[in-house]
């Protein structure tokens, strides 16, 4: 059977660094001891002026193919994972496939917000098992969330960073993929997002430019609760004891959340690996930038087992299970 295994890994991060002592500056109190202690958030980047997202996921996915020692050539299909795509019409994926050169690509985008990068990832495999022209794959997630940022509610602008990250996929016979578990909530479908430039809200002449909004709070249990639920039942899909994983891999929004999700497992943090403290919340980017630097701090070998955990507004949900080969890492 074909199956879907990940051979290469890219990370694309900005320049423009703003670390928490440039919002104690702004602010004019200490908003870093909070952050740090809340969140984990240490640091974040965004973008230049004139840089926008599909910049930043060609340069993950340029890394990810010299990783897999491929070209854009080679390329079969791009699918981006992204809620900041550079304009609402056309595809994001449509340019990154432009910008690299990927001329026999096909390409398009997935919106599920924070869980974009894992459903891609899931839409993928499943395009590699079902057609035999598909060998080679970039999956992609991008975040240039600065973008959409109020400048005025420091409870977003503190948090939000923008990068980008790549995997490579490739059709093959062993390891690869492993299990999956989707999920969707509708009903928190207006607590969390950018709700400006659509159909029910179109930009028009003197408006306020679209940005990212808190509307309602979730349950704060919201991620403790279900990323288990997921995970354990992508454990029971491929009879796979969460004990037997290496790595798990989640959405980077709050190192609490995940300290308190390996507790509710019974699982040690030495097996999660975070990025938040050093890149802030890169959203539909966050996975595979997590991914990449695991990968090169050393953290998976031949045969190891990852899962990976996501979340998004929505609420959108996404959970999935690889055996990792040795390829990830160059």
């Given at each position: 059977m074909r199956n879907a295994r990940i051979t290469a890994t890219g990370c694309a991060v900005p320049t423009k660094s703003l670390p928490n002592a440039y919002?104690?500056?702004?602010?004019?109190?200490?908003?870093?001891?909070?952050?740090?202690?809340?969140?984990?958030?240490?640091?974040?980047?965004?973008?230049?002026?004139?840089?926008?997202?599909?910049?930043?996921?060609?340069?993950?996915?340029?890394?990810?193919?010299?990783?897999?020692?491929?070209?854009?050539?080679?390329?079969?299909?791009?699918?981006?994972?992204?809620?900041?795509?550079d304009q609402p019409s056309p595809a994001t994926a449509v340019v990154v496939q432009h910008k690299l050169g990927a001329k026999r690509a096909i390409a398009f985008d997935v919106n599920c917000a924070c869980a974009g990068f894992v459903t891609a990832l899931e839409t993928a495999t499943k395009f590699i098992q079902a057609d035999a022209r598909m060998r080679t794959v970039l999956v992609l997630g991008a975040y240039g969330m600065s973008r959409f940022l109020d400048w005025k509610d420091k409870t977003t602008y503190t948090l939000f960073?923008?990068?980008?990250?790549?995997?490579?996929?490739?059709?093959?016979?062993?390891?690869?993929?492993?299990?999956?578990?989707?999920?969707?909530?509708g009903s928190y479908w207006d607590a969390l997002g950018i709700y400006r430039g659509g159909t029910a809200h179109p930009s028009r002449p003197g408006d306020e430019p679209p940005v990212v909004k808190f509307v309602r709070k979730f349950p704060a249990s919201y991620n403790i609760e279900h990323w288990p639920r997921l995970l354990r039942s992508v454990s029971d899909q491929t009879r796979i004891p969460l004990g037997d994983v290496k790595l798990f891999v989640f959405t980077q929004l709050n190192l609490r959340v995940i300290e308190g999700v390996m507790a509710a497992l019974e699982q040690p943090m030495s097996k999660a690996h975070w990025i938040m403290n050093k890149w802030g919340y890169t959203g539909s980017g966050c996975i595979p930038m997590t991914l990449h630097d695991a990968v090169d701090a050393g953290k998976l070998a031949e045969g190891d087992v990852v899962a990976f955990c996501a979340s998004g507004g929505g609420v959108s949900m996404a959970a999935s299970f690889f055996r990792w080969t040795a390829g990830g890492r160059s």
């Open positions: 919002f104690d500056q702004l602010l004019g109190q200490n908003v870093s001891d909070w952050l740090v202690k809340n969140t984990g958030i240490e640091h974040r980047f965004h973008m230049e002026d004139g840089q926008v997202t599909s910049d930043l996921a060609t340069q993950a996915a340029k890394q990810a193919l010299e990783r897999a020692k491929k070209s854009p050539d080679d390329v079969d299909l791009i699918i981006l994972a992204t809620d900041t795509p960073a923008d990068g980008a990250g790549a995997v490579v996929l490739e059709a093959g016979e062993q390891h690869g993929w492993l299990g999956s578990q989707l999920y969707t909530d």
